[in-house]
Structures are given as structure tokens and as C-alpha cells.
């Protein structure tokens, strides 16, 4: 076996099996602080209290992983400095509640510090301020996508991973080594926790591993070579990130238009129409994957110009309008 080969094998067993030892102690930890989600009969309709750590194990997991397979270098402090402050203020709002605004602070503190880690777009014939605009919109908007489809036990894993294992198979096709160790890390850490989390859930990521989730899909894209080999590449990550971003579009517009405040919980997502039309969990999580899984089939025969770019955007806006029109 080749020394890379060996070493992308080690990081996968490695971030699993140190997720399937940390999920137990930080579960343990939960109970004895009261770190729970409780069922509250309207939305969070579970029978009873979850620990809410499970983000915490999967993060720490990721870090001891990378931390040895990968250069410890300014750009990785930068980047494991991001991921930690989405990690804290998620443990905060799982803790006390933060505000909207509170929250979003937080959050554009975590995306500067990917800006100056260097992860944002580099297009020739934009200006660098529309570069960085663009590129901090993307990670609110993933970030705070992945925060939102975190309504049901292991939905949020689920397309996480589906999502990590495309950017992946990119990544073994760019040839870039370093970014398919680092894709490895948090695939198997997230794999291991979805032992904890599919149905019905021993843990929960909390917000803490849902925005330190979507942080990490978020950045990814800027790892990608995408424009060596094909512009329409820098469309693909949309493509992939369709679920949870029809989601949060969906959501805004439905909760706009029922004359709420969008950043409040309500029964409008996706899966919770889904169970109420009689679907069992296990069968909305086979549907996810499945969904992202022709997502991903449809960016490559995207990405090698076997499908236009009209025919993604048009099937887009079909899906976005059918979604919209079940959920009103």
C-alpha cells in the first residue's frame, strides 16, 4: 500500500473510532452539567431529554486528527481558530439562549478569521471587495443552512456527510492531498456520531456542531482548484449545498409571508412536513442522502460539461417552487 493511501486510511479509522470513544464522556458530561434538549411538545417533540454535546466530540475529534496529519501551519491556526469560535457561540446558545444578533455576531467573527485564513473567492474580473463580499455571504448562508435542517435526529449528519464525500471525490480528482485528509478527518468523525445521533437519537450536534459543521462546508469550496479546469466549477458547491440552502430559502419565505420573524422556530421544514405526511425518519434520511446523492451526480456531469447551466438553473427553480407550494 502507498504511504498516502495508508495515511488517508489512518485518518479516517482514526477520527471514527476517537468520536466513538469521545461521544460516551461529553454524553456523560451533559447529563451531570444539565447541557439537554428537552421536549418542549411543539417543535421538539422527543420522548425525553437528549445530551447536546455531540458537536463537541466530533469537533474534538477533527482537531486531535488533523492536528496529526497535517502541517500545523498559520493558515490551519487561522482555520481551526474559526471553527472554534462557531463551536463556542453555538455552546453558549445551546447554554443560555443567545439573541439573533448575538448570534450573528458571533458568526461574522468566525468568518473574518476564514477571510484572513485566505478562504474567499479569487475571481480575476471581480474586485477584491466583491470577492470578500461574496464569500462571506456564502458562509452565513451555509452556516446558518446546516443551523437550520438540524430539526430531526441525524438530518443534519446526513448531508453533511453526503455533501463531504462529494467535495472528496473532487478532491481525489484535483489531486489535492491535503484537502482530502482534512475532508477525511471530518467525514469519519461525523460517521461515528451518526451511530449517536440517527434515530431515535442518544445525542444531539446542538448548535454548537451545526454551525461548526456548516463553517466547515462552507470553506471547502475555497480549497477546491475549481477554475483550473472549469470555471462552472465555482457552481458546483451550490449545487451540492441545494438541500439545506432550498431549506433556509424556503423557510425565510414561508415564515415572511405567514407574518413571522424568519429567525424564529417554526414547524414549516421540510422534514417535519414529511413526518406529519406519515413518513418514519429513517425514511426521510434515506431521502436526503439519496436527494444529495443525485445533487452530486449532477455536479459532475456539470462540472465535465455533460449538463448547461441553464438546465441546473431551471431545474432549480422548479424544485425551489414545488417545495415553496408544500410547505405555504
Not at 33 to 56: F, R
Not at 294 to 320: K, Q
Request: charged share 10%; proline share 3%; aromatic share 22%.
Amino acid at each position: 500500500m502507498y504511504i498516502f493511501e495508508a495515511k488517508a486510511l489512518f485518518t479516517f479509522v482514526f477520527s471514527f473510532f476517537v468520536t466513538l470513544y469521545l461521544v460516551p464522556i461529553f454524553s456523560k458530561i451533559a447529563f451531570k452539567w444539565g447541557i439537554l434538549d428537552s421536549p418542549d411538545g411543539k417543535l421538539k417533540k422527543h420522548k425525553a431529554a437528549i445530551p447536546y454535546l455531540g458537536g463537541v466530540a466530533v469537533w474534538l475529534s477533527f482537531l486531535i486528527t488533523c492536528s496529526l496529519v497535517l502541517p500545523f501551519e498559520n493558515q490551519f491556526f487561522l482555520y481551526i481558530f474559526a471553527s472554534t469560535i462557531l463551536l463556542f457561540i453555538g455552546l453558549v446558545d445551546d447554554l443560555i439562549a443567545l439573541t439573533p444578533s448575538q448570534k450573528i455576531f458571533g458568526q461574522f467573527l468566525a468568518i473574518l478569521c476564514y477571510l484572513k485564513a485566505g478562504f474567499y473567492l479569487k475571481i480575476n474580473f471581480f474586485s477584491n471587495v466583491w470577492n470578500i463580499f461574496i464569500s462571506a455571504f456564502w458562509f452565513l448562508s451555509i452556516i446558518n443552512a446546516f443551523n437550520l435542517i438540524d430539526v430531526m435526529d441525524g438530518l443534519a449528519s446526513t448531508v453533511a456527510i453526503s455533501v463531504a464525500v462529494f467535495f472528496l471525490i473532487f478532491a481525489f480528482c484535483l489531486k489535492q492531498t491535503s484537502l482530502i485528509l482534512l475532508l477525511l478527518a471530518f467525514i469519519g468523525s461525523l460517521s461515528a456520531f451518526l451511530c449517536f445521533n440517527k434515530p431515535s437519537a442518544k445525542m444531539y450536534l446542538g448548535d454548537a456542531g451545526s454551525l461548526f459543521i456548516g463553517g466547515f462546508i462552507a470553506s471547502i469550496p475555497f480549497c477546491l482548484s475549481w477554475s483550473e479546469y472549469n470555471f462552472y466549477g465555482y457552481f458546483i458547491p451550490l449545487i451540492l449545498c441545494a438541500v439545506p440552502l432550498i431549506e433556509m430559502f424556503t423557510l425565510i419565505c414561508v415564515r415572511t409571508l405567514k407574518r413571522q420573524p424568519f429567525f424564529c422556530g417554526s414547524p414549516d421544514h421540510f422534514s417535519i412536513f414529511l413526518q406529519e405526511k406519515g413518513w418514519s425518519k429513517y425514511l426521510i434520511l434515506i431521502f436526503s442522502f439519496l436527494t444529495t446523492f443525485l445533487l452530486g451526480v449532477l455536479s459532475f456531469l456539470f462540472f465535465y460539461n455533460y449538463l448547461s447551466l441553464s438546465f441546473i438553473l431551471s431545474l432549480g427553480i422548479l424544485v425551489i417552487f414545488i417545495w415553496f407550494f408544500l410547505l405555504l
